[in-house]
Each structure stands twice: as C-alpha cells, then as structure tokens.
C-alpha cells in the first residue's frame, strides 16, 4: 500500500485548498478511503471517509459544510476540498485506508494564517 498527498500550503483564513492522494498497491475502487488531520500538539483526529463508489460520504462535525471528499477511480486518487479554511484546519492532514491494519500516507501541511 501507497499513499501520497499533495496540495498543502499556506492559506489565509476564509481561504480554500484541495488536497490530492495518489493511491497504489490494492485494489482503490473496492476499498473506503478517509483523510484524517493532526494539529499541533493535538491527537490525530479523523476528517472525512467516502465509499468505493463515492456514492456516501460521512464527515466530521468541525469540518461539515466546508469540506467535500471525493475520489476518482479512474485515477486511484481520492481529494479534498477545503473551503472557508479557519486557523484551527491547521494540521498535517494524512490519506488512510484501512486493509486488515490502517495504512498512512506521509501527510500534507496545511497552514491557515493570516
């Protein structure tokens, strides 16, 4: 299993950013894909999940109506989209899939700072 994320940066709050998975070594169109975030000196804490479809969706509280999750089976790489950014996004945010354990990517840096 491989996961790799792109697309952090520093954002200004109110602003929006979208983060990229590439996905390798299983089968991604079968399998739920989730983005989780760390913040500093916090525990990791889970964002976002979309089914292999990318008919369902779930999403925690603190992001609900700001970030969309969605995913391209075409090209093994599962997104999100976040909007009206707030100084508390900031976090490293991390791609997992779960197959037997949880695997991890090496995670994107998402700073929200004015």
């Known amino acids: 299993v491989q996961l790799v994320e792109s697309g952090g940066g520093l954002v200004q709050p109110g602003g929006s950013l979208r983060l990229s998975c590439a996905a390798s070594?299983?089968?991604?169109?079968?399998?739920?894909m989730s983005w989780y975030r760390q913040g500093p000196g916090k525990e990791r804490e889970w964002v976002a999940t979309i089914s292999s479809s990318g008919g369902s969706t779930d999403y925690a509280e603190s992001v609900k109506g700001r970030f969309t999750i969605s995913r391209s089976n075409a090209k093994n790489t599962v997104y999100l989209q976040m909007n009206s950014l707030k100084p508390e996004d900031t976090a490293v945010y991390y791609c997992?899939?779960?197959?037997?354990?949880?695997?991890w990517g090496q995670g994107t840096q998402v700073i929200v700072s004015s």
């Open positions: 997992s899939v779960r197959i037997g354990s949880r695997s």
């Open positions: 070594g299983f089968t991604f169109s079968s399998i739920a």
